[in-house]
């Protein structure tokens, strides 16, 4: 059996569009697909271990039509049954898990691609413990987790009229630039004290800080350009000593990759990372923003099953 786990809302009502259009195909597996809506942030992360209990054995895969926090809620729904394959039809407004795991196709192709898919790809997604949580508290996630002025853009992106229209007309990714403009000035940089794999660098002056399972962020940015999905390490950038106006500059590069060339950004490798602020400071972990103080971040230690569609 296939659970189908739809985010009706995301993507400015996008998730109801893509369920929608691929309503016909569904509706001829009846017999061996089951489609559950959320109706709340945080459902699909209830709703997906309840199915998979309720079904057990049946479950051949969990499909999610959604965002990337979609995505994000379903894997920490089924933290404790890694061997469930997930597959993802994009739905949001960034859609970045898709450019990280190359999936190219789209739509009913994409569905029919999922349901003939036989063998999952492994996928190493991150685990993140914020402050002095206990160890149980841990969570996943699939994309990225960045501290600073990319937070308090996710921040005010996620709430700003402005997104809605930009999602309505597939530019999703705009969003971003123009809160990217508009926290320019709001913003204070912050010091961070930044332990990769036992060593220990403080960066005055930081204007980000972020840490991805694979390169792309904020709806197809190349954040991390070099970056290769791996069981081994994370790769990180830190943006730092740089005036307001470079920072234009160096956003208007990143959909590209080549601000890594920028003095001021500095890139790290590195399967432990330990991240501390002095004043607390916002994150954003696959888009949903909150604040902390400290962050302890490392590879998961066995790979999620992802049906992984390139073509």
């Known amino acids: 059996m296939y659970v189908i786990i739809i985010n009706p809302t995301a993507g400015a009502g996008r998730g109801k569009k893509v369920y929608e259009k691929l309503q016909k195909h569904i509706s001829s597996r009846t017999s061996d697909c089951r489609s559950f809506f959320t109706k709340y942030e945080g459902h699909a992360e209830e709703l997906a271990p309840q199915i998979v209990s309720m079904h057990k054995d049946k479950v051949e895969a969990v499909l999610v039509i959604g965002g990337d926090g979609t995505m994000h809620e379903v894997l920490n729904g089924l933290k404790q049954h890694p061997h469930i394959p997930i597959g993802f039809i994009p739905a949001g407004s960034g859609n970045d898990f898709v450019r990280g795991i190359q999936s190219k196709a789209r739509g009913s192709t994409l569905f029919k691609k999922l349901l003939s898919?036989?063998?999952?790809?492994?996928?190493?997604?991150?685990?993140?413990?914020?402050?002095?949580?206990?160890?149980?508290?841990?969570?996943?996630?699939?994309?990225?987790?960045?501290?600073?002025?990319?937070?308090?853009?996710?921040?005010?992106?996620?709430?700003?009229?402005?997104?809605?229209?930009?999602?309505?007309?597939?530019?999703?990714?705009?969003?971003?630039?123009?809160?990217?403009?508009?926290?320019?000035?709001?913003?204070?940089?912050?010091?961070?004290?930044?332990?990769?794999?036992?060593?220990?660098?403080?960066?005055?002056?930081?204007?980000?800080?972020?840490?991805?399972?694979?390169?792309?962020?904020?709806?197809?940015?190349?954040?991390?350009?070099?970056?290769?999905?791996?069981?081994?390490?994370?790769?990180?950038?830190?943006?730092?000593?740089?005036?307001?106006?470079?920072?234009?500059?160096?956003?208007?590069?990143?959909?590209?990759?080549?601000?890594?060339?920028?003095?001021?950004?500095?890139?790290?490798?590195?399967?432990?990372?330990?991240?501390?602020?002095?004043?607390?400071?916002?994150?954003?972990?696959?888009?949903?923003?909150?604040?902390?103080?400290q962050c302890m971040i490392h590879k998961e230690s066995q790979p999620r099953k992802v049906l992984q569609i390139k073509k």
């Open 117 to 293: 898919a036989r063998k999952p790809q492994a996928y190493w997604a991150g685990v993140y413990r914020m402050d002095k949580r206990k160890k149980h508290h841990s969570r996943l996630f699939v994309n990225s987790i960045g501290f600073g002025f990319d937070a308090e853009v996710v921040k005010r992106a996620n709430v700003a009229a402005y997104k809605k229209l930009f999602n309505s007309l597939h530019i999703g990714s705009f969003a971003y630039i123009v809160a990217v403009v508009e926290m320019l000035f709001r913003y204070e940089l912050k010091t961070l004290d930044v332990e990769v794999d036992g060593e220990v660098q403080t960066f005055e002056n930081v204007w980000m800080a972020a840490v991805g399972v694979h390169g792309y962020y904020g709806g197809g940015m190349k954040i991390m350009p070099d970056a290769k999905m791996n069981r081994n390490h994370f790769s990180m950038i830190i943006i730092h000593d740089v005036s307001k106006w470079k920072i234009l500059a160096l956003f208007g590069t990143v959909f590209f990759g080549v601000h890594k060339y920028f003095q001021g950004v500095t890139m790290k490798e590195g399967s432990c990372i330990n991240i501390k602020s002095y004043t607390p400071i916002s994150y954003q972990v696959d888009g949903q923003p909150s604040s902390c103080e």
